[in-house]
């Protein structure tokens, strides 16, 4: 079946088989796919004032979303996963987070971790390593005679 212009179906659409869309498929009231979908382009979700939520890119493998992502079994990637106009980046081969810019508006939990290759302090504020805190007691002891 070729169809030029709108159609407007009053119940529901069974297809068997495969359909190809070309153009805008547009849905009111909600959808309900069951088994794969496959998409070539991009998948992009509005609220109802029409402004942009999310998009999934078939072209880049990328998911962009304005809001918050929660998981309940977690989130896999096999590429880099960004956050906040990359305020930080997870590297997947090695697990690294590397941050460009902001901070912490609440306290750091290590969960009992260390911190390693701390760098030597410059500010007043800054975090201080071991080496930096025994060369200090070193001097100081060297000092008191």
């Known amino acids: 079946m070729t169809v030029g212009t709108t159609v407007d179906i009053g119940s529901n659409l069974t297809v068997g088989g495969s359909s190809d869309i070309t153009g805008k498929l ?6 309900d796919i069951t088994g794969t979908t496959d998409v070539r382009g991009s998948v992009i979700g509005y609220d109802d004032t029409s402004t942009q939520k999310y998009s999934l890119s078939n072209q880049t493998g990328l998911i962009s979303t304005q809001g918050s992502i929660s998981s309940v079994g977690g989130i896999s990637t096999s590429g880099t ?24 508006s609440s306290n750091l939990d290590l969960l009992n971790n ?29 000092a008191l005679g």
């Open 114 to 142: 260390k911190v390693t290759n701390l760098a030597e302090p410059t500010d007043q504020t800054d975090a201080v390593n071991r080496r930096y805190v025994d060369s200090k007691i070193t001097a100081f002891s060297i």
């Open 26 to 31: 547009t849905v009111s009231g909600g959808s």
């Open 81 to 104: 996963l960004e956050v906040g106009a990359n305020k930080f980046a997870v590297d997947p081969s090695t697990g690294n987070i590397t941050g460009t810019s902001g901070s912490f």
